[in-house]
């Protein structure tokens, strides 16, 4: 099947700085990635949708400048959180959209990166 | 997208099979109904799928009824491992660019040994 993965599984990071999550789907290509964001004890929440080649759309109330989210690859995709603050502390979750006749075409999810900005 | 309704949660004994409901009254005719799942602190699953006709696969088994203003998914032997949030989603199918899921509040399965 589809496999998508992420990295890292998790990370703690220090008020300020940025931290890069990489979202790669393992044995399809992906012109399209999307990030979604969970807080605890809520649903997923769509940031933004990732094209390969070009410029990201995000969400309403994303900031896109704080997230920055680069498809350099038909199998890569990043979100650099810059200058990260504890209200940032999320689990942050990518998914890829198999193509047509793979997998049935369906979205697949990564497993998840948490988040926490101390 | 057509918006959809949960219930919250919902216990299941182990072995037993799980039905979960989904209202979806304002589904069009070129929305699907697809399920997915999310195992605490993991990504979602994809479980099935479908537009009108009943579909079962390896994991599950959806039933869709007739006005398609509802669906149910079946787990037809529930375990400890199935403990989850299930989302139901409505989402049109188009074909050109990928489109995002939207997922609401899912229902909270707890299988019970």
């Known amino acids: 099947g589809a496999v998508v993965s992420q990295h890292p599984s998790w990370v703690i990071c220090k008020s300020g700085t940025s931290v890069k999550i990489e979202c790669r789907s393992l044995?399809?290509?992906?012109?399209?990635m999307f990030w979604y964001r969970q807080f605890p004890k809520q649903s997923l929440m769509l940031m933004a949708t990732s094209n390969e080649g070009s410029k990201a759309t995000y969400e309403q109330g994303v900031e896109k400048d704080k997230f920055l989210i680069n498809h350099a690859s038909l199998t890569l995709s990043t979100l650099t959180v810059t200058s990260a603050h504890p209200e940032d502390s999320s689990f942050y979750i990518c998914?890829?959209?198999?193509?047509?006749?793979?997998?049935?075409?369906?979205?697949?999810f990564g497993p998840g990166t948490r988040l926490t900005v101390t | 997208d057509a918006k959809t309704t949960q219930p919250p949660s919902m216990d299941c004994a182990e072995g037993r099979a799980a039905n979960l409901p989904c209202n979806h009254s304002t589904i069009s005719g070129n929305e699907y109904v697809y399920w997915y799942r999310q195992i605490h602190s993991q990504g979602p699953q994809y479980i099935i799928h479908g537009l009108k006709n009943n579909e079962t696969n390896e994991m599950a088994s959806l039933i869709i009824t007739e006005d398609r203003k509802s669906s149910t998914l079946i787990l037809p032997h529930a375990t400890l491992r199935d403990t989850a949030v299930y989302y139901c989603i409505v989402r049109a199918i188009s074909s050109g660019s990928a489109r995002q899921l939207t997922f609401g509040s899912g229902t909270q399965l707890t299988v019970l040994p």
């Open positions: 044995d399809f290509q992906a012109t399209t």
């Open positions: 998914s890829a959209r198999a193509p047509p006749g793979l997998a049935g075409g369906e979205q697949y």
